[in-house]
Structures are given as structure tokens and as C-alpha cells.
């Protein structure tokens, strides 16, 4: 089983900065099958990244995904008011599939 | 609209069962695998279980495995959880999600671009 760890817990930052997200995997994420979530309190996660790079429908072009292997990294170039929330990485390369164990993103 | 509504939740005692739906609409159902995705208060995200389009593979995370099992019925654009041998842990809000077609022909789909709303499940006596 792939264990995601994630890290920062959480991340304290102002409007306008930049967020650098870290998800690394225990094992090799096999065809870089590694997705970002974002979750606000009381809904359901959105998808902003799938297949480590690849940025969903919809999604604004300051979210990114990189990396490769057992390291990914998630980065917000300009936090908007709207972006502050919790965000997953998940593996979907091997099974069981598996969801980190979060980062909060706050307002310092 | 791409909508899921997830139904079946409750309050139910250890050791007891439970089937949960989700009724899919706006998209073409069959031509997707689907999943379901469990999230404990206060807790971060967990998979529970995956079915390709056709039924033809299944997935499930070693803490389900042997007591949930899940189905899909095309014809009805719905997808079903039985849960059996319930248990205090399994306490959570239960999500059904869309996968994404995985091009690189992993029957399970790829990553999950729709979500329900989710359906509360409460274990205890």
C-alpha cells in the first residue's frame, strides 16, 4: 500500500503570497497518477490537478502541479481569499487508492 | 447539470446493516467508473471502493474489505454501497464520485472530477 504524507500541516500565509504544497508518496506513484484536491468547510473536494500536472476543467491557472516518482508538489502562485482551505494529494496508480492526510492552508 | 445525490445514510447499531445509493444524472453513466469516498468529522479523506463501468473490476481499501461490497445498476444511473458488520469507526459522511477516463486503460478510472454532497452514516448503540 502507497501511504501519501503530506506536509506542511498547515500552512499560515496573507492574500497574495505564494503556497508551495508537498505530497510525498512511501512507494513510486506509477504514471505520475497523482491528483490535488481542494475542500472548504461543509463541501464536497473539488479536483484542481490529476495526473500530477494536468490542471481540471474550470480550474485558474495559479494552481499547479509538479513532480514525478514519490514527490509532488501543489503550488498556489498568488493566494486569493477564495483559496484558503484544505488540500489533498491522492494516488490512483495502484491499489488500494489512497488520499493524504491533508494540508490546511489559513489566513496569517 | 452533472449532478450525484447520495441516499441511505442514518443512525444504525454495531454490527448492523446499511445500503447506501447514489443517483447519477447529466453525464452518460455507463461509460464511467465510479467510487465511493468516506470522510470521518473532523477527519481527512479516505477511499472506501471503486467499479468500473462495466463491473467488471472492483476495488475496495483493506478496512472495508469482506464486509462492504459495491454494485452499480447502469440502467438506473445508480450506484449502491451495502455496508454489513457495521462498526464505531465506519462513522462518517459518505461521498460518491465520478473518475475521470483513465487513458491508460486502468479500469478503475482516474482521478474524481464530480462529488455528491455526501450522506451521513453514524454507527452506534
Known amino acids: 500500500e502507497i501511504v501519501l504524507t503530506q506536509s506542511p500541516g498547515t500552512l499560515s500565509l496573507s492574500p497574495g503570497e505564494r503556497a508551495t504544497l508537498s505530497c510525498r508518496a512511501s512507494q513510486s506513484v506509477s504514471s505520475s497518477y497523482l491528483a490535488w484536491y481542494q475542500q472548504k468547510p461543509g463541501q464536497a473536494p473539488r479536483l484542481l490537478i490529476y495526473g500530477a500536472s494536468s490542471r481540471a476543467t474550470g480550474i485558474p491557472d495559479r494552481f499547479s502541479g509538479s513532480g514525478s516518482g514519490t514527490d509532488f508538489t501543489l503550488t498556489i502562485s498568488r493566494l486569493e481569499p477564495e483559496d484558503f482551505a484544505v488540500y489533498y494529494c491522492?494516488?490512483?496508480?495502484?491499489?488500494?487508492w489512497g488520499f493524504g492526510q491533508g494540508t490546511k492552508v489559513e489566513i496569517k | 447539470e452533472v449532478q450525484l445525490v447520495e441516499s441511505g445514510g442514518g443512525l444504525v447499531q454495531p454490527g448492523r446493516s446499511l445500503r447506501l445509493s447514489c443517483a447519477a444524472s447529466g453525464f452518460t453513466f455507463d461509460d464511467y467508473a465510479m467510487h465511493w469516498v468516506r470522510q470521518a468529522p473532523g477527519k481527512g479523506l479516505e477511499w472506501v471502493s471503486g467499479i468500473s463501468w462495466n463491473s467488471g473490476s472492483i476495488g475496495y481499501a483493506d478496512s472495508v474489505k469482506g464486509r462492504f461490497t459495491i454494485s452499480r445498476d447502469n440502467a438506473k444511473n445508480s450506484l449502491y454501497l451495502q455496508m454489513n458488520s457495521l462498526r464505531a469507526e465506519d462513522t462518517a459522511l459518505y461521498y460518491c464520485a465520478k473518475a475521470i477516463h483513465d487513458y491508460g486503460g486502468n479500469p478503475l478510472g482516474g482521478a474524481f472530477d464530480i462529488w455528491g454532497q455526501g450522506t451521513m452514516v453514524t454507527v452506534s448503540s
Open positions: 491522492q494516488q490512483y496508480g495502484s491499489s488500494p
